[in-house]
């Protein structure tokens, strides 16, 4: 009798054991998965963020490995979205996974080169109001594109025929329905500049500016119009900007520079601007013939203006600047003979 009181016991330790045990394998649901970059290589080290649905604040976080493979185990039942985020790729996500204590959650990322910003579900309200305007406006913006193309060329062809005040009232009927179009400002500013109405050109290249900030030629032509109007300073900095913005035209920029500067009458600043125009383009003829003039002026930089001004014969393309180049030349030899 005492014996098979034992072994009830034991059965009993034993049925409690399994008992608490069962709870902890219902627990352990399992997503996993590889992340991949766009040529499908592992992508090492990924952010990966498995977010609760219904919560705001319960999300298991995990890394890829070497492999670009990840998981986690024991997760409680319910409907989660996965998030990955890596160093040089956008982010993505999966909405919906609901592990199951079944079969393990298999849930894979492909990474596309991009910055990292915000998820639809990561945006406050205000930014989704601002996401809706936005969305309106493009709308609303493809459905009068054709009326402003037609308004934009009527200009144009008005342009070519030297009807520069019939231009600008195209131009403006296309304004009328489109606003933010820094193309047909930008025109419309060339029309008045060439009406001799600079200040009014100079608003129009910013107001076109303040719309497409990283167009280096609406810089480059609001300094051409500056320098029209002796604001020198104005007209160097706009130039500067436009060399940053884009380096390949940056040799037609500094000389630019170099020509507000001689008109100003700062010719050793001149000097250095056709210098760095050269630097930048190693064939801009033009600048070689202004720095030539320059270096002309004295008898110690005389032998480097020869030396300019023959390299400018070689490669100009205007007769008329290249006889006067050799004659300058003549005068220079005889004046560093004497």
């Not at 300058?328 to 003979?337: N, P």
Request: proline letters at 5%; glycine letters at 6%.
């Amino acid at each position: 009798m005492r014996i098979l009181m034992r072994m009830v016991g034991s059965f009993a330790v034993v049925w409690v054991i399994m008992v608490l045990a069962f709870p902890a394998m219902a627990q352990n649901r399992i997503i996993r998965g590889k992340v991949t970059d766009d040529k499908g290589q592992p992508v090492v080290g990924a952010s990966v963020s498995i977010q609760a649905v219904d919560s705001k604040t319960r999300q298991y976080n995990t890394k890829t490995d070497k492999r670009g493979n990840y998981i986690y185990m024991g997760l409680p039942a319910g409907e989660y979205r996965v998030v990955v985020r890596a160093q040089g790729f956008a982010p993505e996500y999966v909405p919906s996974v609901r592990p199951t204590i079944q079969e393990d959650s298999v849930v894979d990322f492909k990474l596309t080169p991009g910055p990292d910003q915000k998820l639809p579900f990561e945006l406050t309200p205000e930014e989704l109001e601002q996401i809706k305007k936005e969305a309106e406006k493009i709308e609303k913006r493809r459905k009068v594109s054709a009326e402003v193309q037609a308004l934009f060329d009527a200009g144009l062809q008005l342009v070519q025929q030297q009807k520069y005040a019939e231009a600008i009232e195209e131009f403006k009927k296309a304004l009328e329905k489109d606003p933010e179009q820094p193309n047909v400002i930008a025109n419309m500013a060339d029309c008045y500049s060439k009406l001799d109405k600079n200040e009014e050109a100079v608003e129009l290249y910013k107001k076109a500016i303040s719309i497409s900030p990283n167009e280096a030629a609406l810089y480059t032509n609001m300094g051409v119009v500056l320098s029209k109007m002796g604001k020198m300073a104005e007209s160097q900095e706009a130039f500067k900007k436009a060399a940053s913005l884009n380096p390949g035209a940056a040799a037609q920029n500094y000389y630019n520079i170099g020509a507000t500067l001689v008109n100003s009458g700062k010719t050793e600043e001149a000097i250095e601007a056709f210098r760095q125009a050269i630097a930048a383009d190693a064939n801009f003829a033009e600048a070689y013939y202004q720095l030539g003039m320059c270096l002309s002026g004295k008898l110690e930089t005389m032998p480097e203006a020869i030396k300019v001004l023959q390299k400018y014969i070689e490669i100009g393309k205007k007769p008329d600047q290249i006889e006067v180049a050799k004659e300058i030349i003549k005068v220079l030899e005889q004046s560093i003979k004497k």
